[in-house]
């Protein structure tokens, strides 16, 4: 199971965290949201700092959303495009639909961020998808929410090979969260302490 680090703060509003994860190195892979994605241009900041964390060996993903299906493919691909001036290897598309009625925008999406050389896609849908959606050739996120859930079970339709996305995690249960994790056999994992997967910083060091 590979954690994932969600990294929202700017390198010079928290440069404590940066450096933290950077001296993880490799073997991390962290999620990167500049505002809601790759905002509106290149940061010569953001360069710099992403930059050194791919020099240290981690791996990068880009944070799109999807608004559910409902944005305009342009949108999609001009963020995409964007994120393509970081060296950020993959991407993580949050608020996909489920519905089979509702896959266009995300199998558009999922083909563009191929054509520009993404080699790590996840699809985040919060929950089980309709299983047209194994067909995309994505890591689906089949669960997100809180721990005191999570721990209980998941629903019918979570597969091995899955990403999990769990929140409200007592700091002190980070690495039973991230144990359980592997142990239904999810392929990513992001576990925070805070009360809402959006917005949320890594908790590291990081398991191994």
Do not use: K
Not at 38 to 44: A, E, T
Not at 70 to 98: H, I
């Amino acid at each position: 199971m590979t954690p994932l680090l969600p990294l929202p703060a700017h390198p010079q509003l928290n440069p404590e965290l940066w450096a933290t994860i950077e001296a993880v190195g490799v073997g991390a892979t962290v999620l990167l949201n500049i505002d809601a994605g790759p905002g509106s241009g290149l940061d010569p900041t953001w360069t710099a700092a992403t930059t050194r964390l791919a020099r240290a060996g981690a791996g990068l993903l880009g944070y799109v959303d999807l608004a559910f299906g409902a944005r305009p493919a342009e949108q999609v691909r001009a963020e995409l495009g964007r994120w393509a001036g970081y060296p950020v290897r993959g991407v993580f598309f949050d608020q996909a639909p489920t519905s089979p009625y509702s896959i266009g925008p995300v199998a558009v999406a999922v083909r563009a961020a191929r054509r520009i050389g993404f080699d790590t896609l996840l699809v985040n849908p919060g929950r089980p998808t309709d299983s047209i959606y194994r067909g995309l050739g994505a890591v689906l996120c089949t669960y997100e929410g809180p721990w005191d859930r999570y721990r209980h079970g998941t629903e019918s339709g979570v597969r091995p090979g899955d990403a999990h996305l769990v929140h409200s995690v007592p700091l002190d249960q980070i690495a039973a969260c991230h144990e359980l994790m592997r142990g239904r056999g999810a392929r990513f994992g992001l576990a925070t302490h805070e009360a809402s997967i959006h917005g949320a910083s890594a908790v590291v060091p990081v398991p191994v």
